[in-house]
Nanobody, 123 residues
């Protein structure tokens, strides 16, 4: 399985950015995709996840109300819309996948990892 994240950018605080994840998965019905992020000197952090067919979504408390995860079945893509960005959102964002219909917030649940994409929010 290949996962390719895109949408890196530099934005000012309060701005918006959308990340995309293209996934080459034969069967999406039992698959979940999540976004994790890692800032310099910090541990990897769960951001959001979505079950492809279950429709279940999870969000970290730090991004609830600001970020939205969505999917496009026809394009085999998942998006992360990030609004009201803060400098604390600066990190490398990773698109990851799990062969489970139920999304989880633990990195250990995700077997497929794509290359990260840099998001920088200036104050």
């Amino acid at each position: 399985v290949q996962l390719q994240a895109s949408g890196r950018g530099l934005v000012q605080a309060g701005g918006s950015l959308r990340l995309s994840c293209a996934a080459s998965v034969p069967t999406f019905s039992t698959y979940s995709i999540a976004w994790f992020r890692q800032a310099p000197g910090k541990e990897r952090e769960f951001v959001a996840a979505s079950g492809w067919s279950s429709g279940i979504t999870l969000y970290a408390d730090s991004v609830k109300g600001r970020f939205t995860i969505s999917r496009d079945n026809a394009r085999n893509a998942v998006y992360l819309q990030m609004n009201s960005l803060k400098p604390g959102d600066t990190a490398v964002y990773y698109c990851v996948g799990s062969r489970s219909a139920i999304p989880k917030n633990s990195a250990a649940e995700y077997r497929d990892w794509g290359q990260g994409t840099q998001v920088t929010v200036s104050s």
